[in-house]
């Protein structure tokens, strides 16, 4: 499989959500166990922070 790479947001409690399309991917099911592997860690620009395809609530 070829490496893919999200950009998420880490909410106040310290949860970073895996987007659908991966869970679907990966067969990830609520419950399941997930191992991280950090590689390397990259700060990701603030434009790309903020540039979502979903809109923020009023």
Do not use: Q, W, Y
């Amino acid at each position: 499989m070829d490496d893919v790479e999200i950009v998420g947001r880490v909410s106040a409690n310290g949860r970073i959500v895996i987007p659908k399309d991966i869970r679907d991917l990966l067969n990830i099911e609520d419950g399941d166990f997930v191992r991280i592997t950090i590689k390397e860690v990259i700060k990701v620009p603030k434009s790309a922070k903020t540039s979502s395809k979903r809109k923020k609530k009023k």
